[in-house]
Structures are given as structure tokens and as C-alpha cells.
């Protein structure tokens, strides 16, 4: 005779299991058998010994262990909030879950399959604690790494940036041996300081203009043109500060008087200029890259796209 709770022998005028305790009516078949496979399903009832526990496969893997043993209730696990708490309550009812939801050939072969859901659920938790580890390593020192391949090619697009212009000369509007005067086309330009301290460009003892830029420019270089014409280069600090330290203009100049152009650059006072016919082409640092400018039939062009005169970068203001 068998016990109807745990399967063990039993005496046949035995009022209580040996193994389990239990008072119970006794079968002459066995109900669970560990010495030899015998189907179990939910309607047997009981559960024996063996089969309650906490279940990590169940805790750690949650919804898929779910699936694997059709406790279906254990869905609940990836609905947000939710999920936490149903995973620790498949860790205590798991495996008593999964003992009546699926049929098992023996008790043993119930803890062998449940055993490999645990160990493959400690398994990936220690992959996932082990690729975090790395990730929390090796993230700021991939970033420290990208940080300064990135401040390295930086420094050779600056290097490559400051590079003067093929055939072209080096431009700088805070050199030392800058000119006071340039005899144009038109006639004398110069810049002269008044008693006031106030500086002034004059053409031929005229002043061009009286806004309060006026007072900060001067001319760098003139650059002859075809049909008798010129283009005479301008800085102009304006007052501006570390903000802006320099911007420039062309004055375009033939007998019949000048013209200018609207202000362009980047605040760089230094940079490089060259002159192909025509075309004169400045090229500038600006953040990262460089900027050029070319002038070409009384048109400013800075990196392609043309700089009309507004009320932001008029030099007569």
C-alpha cells in the first residue's frame, strides 16, 4: 500500500505515513512513485514534500518561466510596477505553480527541470551583473578615450585651419607694421586720431563715415583690379571687446570715389589672404573649421553663401 500524499509504502494497518506524518486513506496503487515515473497532473490534488521552496528560475526569469510551465498568471510580470511584485511571488509560489499546472513523470523529474530554470536564471544574472560591471568600467574610459581622440583631431583642424592659402600670405590686423596710409585709385586713405582721442578714416582729408564704428577702423592692404579699379581691405575692432575682436570690410575703390561692403569674418583678427585675378579669397579660424571669404565682382561670398548689407554689418553705423 502506498500514501495518497507522498507516495511512500505503507504498512497495510498503518494509520499514519512513516515518511510524511499524514493521516490518509491509503491506495493500493501508488499515487506518486520516486523509485519509478508516474504521471502527475493538477487533478491529483496534493502536493508532496519536495515541492514547495523558493524557485529562482521563477523569480529571475519571471514571465518566460511563466510560459515554460503554464502558470499563466505569471504574465503579470511585465506590466510595469506590477512586474516586481509578481516576481517575487512566483519566487515563493512557483514551483507549487508549476506542479499542478503541468504533468510530471516523478517528483524527481519536477526538481531536475526546475533546478535547470534556477540555474539558467542565476546564470543570466550573473551575465547581466558582469556585462554592467564591465559597462560601468569601461564606459568612462571609452568615453575618456573618444574625448581625446576628438580634442587631438580638433587640434589638427585648427592646425590645417591656420594654414595660410596656397601662393597667399599670412593676414593679420594687430600686427605691429600696419599701414597709416594707402595711396587708392581714389586718393589718400588714412586713418588719423583727432583731438578728442577719436579716430577717423579719411579719404583725400575726408572722413568716410561717423557712426561709432568708425572710429575703430583701418586699412590693412590694397589688392588692384582690372578696368583701373581696386579693392582696399578694412579692420575694423569696433569697440567690440574679447567678444568680437575683428571684423572686415572691402572698400571698393575707381576715380569716381568708394564703396563698401557689408562687414564679414569670424572675429578672428589673424587668418591668410591670396588674390587669383578678380578674386580675392581670405580664409579665417572659426570654431572647429575654417571660414572663407572670397570677393569676387563687388560680391562677399563667406563659405559660399553671399553677405548682404543689413543693419547688423553696415561699417558706416
Not at 519536495?50 to 514571465?63: D, E, P, R, T, Y
Not at 512566483?90 to 524527481?108: C, I, P, T, V, Y
Amino acid at each position: 500500500m502506498f500514501c495518497s500524499h507522498c507516495g511512500a509504502p505503507m504498512a497495510p494497518d498503518a494509520a499514519a505515513c512513516a515518511v510524511c506524518g499524514k493521516t490518509a486513506a491509503v491506495n493500493a496503487s501508488p499515487s506518486v512513485n520516486l523509485d519509478k515515473p508516474s504521471i502527475y497532473s493538477a487533478d491529483d490534488g496534493g502536493i508532496p514534500d519536495g515541492v514547495k521552496g523558493w524557485s529562482w528560475g521563477a523569480f529571475l526569469l519571471n514571465w518566460i518561466w511563466a510560459i515554460g510551465n503554464r502558470s499563466w498568471i505569471g504574465l503579470l510580470a511585465v506590466i510595469p510596477y506590477v512586474g516586481w511584485i509578481m516576481a517575487f511571488w512566483l519566487g515563493f509560489k512557483g514551483r507549487e505553480m508549476a506542479w499542478k499546472n503541468k504533468q510530471w513523470d516523478s517528483l524527481e523529474h519536477f526538481n531536475r527541470v526546475q533546478r535547470r530554470w534556477s540555474q539558467w536564471g542565476v546564470g543570466i544574472m550573473v551575465v547581466a551583473l558582469i556585462v554592467g560591471a564591465l559597462a560601468a568600467i569601461g564606459g568612462p574610459a571609452y568615453d575618456d578615450y573618444t574625448a581625446r581622440e576628438q580634442e587631438g583631431q580638433r587640434a589638427a583642424d585648427q592646425a590645417a585651419n591656420a594654414a595660410p592659402l596656397a601662393g597667399g600670405s599670412i593676414l593679420d590686423s594687430n600686427a605691429d607694421n600696419l599701414p597709416t596710409s594707402l595711396r587708392t585709385v581714389a586718393g589718400l586713405l588714412e586713418r588719423k586720431t583727432g583731438a578728442d582721442g577719436a579716430g577717423a578714416l579719411l579719404l583725400d582729408g575726408q572722413a568716410l563715415f561717423t557712426g561709432e564704428d568708425a572710429r575703430w577702423q583701418f586699412p590693412l592692404r590694397s589688392f588692384p583690379l582690372s578696368g583701373g579699379k581696386e579693392a582696399i581691405l578694412v579692420a575694423s575692432s569696433g569697440g567690440r571687446g574679447n567678444s568680437c575682436e575683428t571684423l572686415f570690410y572691402f572698400l571698393l575703390a575707381d576715380a569716381a570715389g568708394v564703396t563698401p561692403t557689408p562687414l564679414f569674418g569670424t572675429c578672428a583678427p589673424q587668418g591668410s589672404i591670396a588674390q587669383r585675378g578678380d578674386t580675392i579669397t581670405i580664409k579665417l579660424p572659426d570654431v572647429n573649421r575654417a571660414s572663407t571669404i572670397v570677393l569676387q565682382n563687388g560680391v562677399v561670398r563667406a563659405d559660399g553663401q553671399v553677405v548682404s548689407l543689413t543693419g547688423l554689418n553696415d561699417p558706416s553705423r
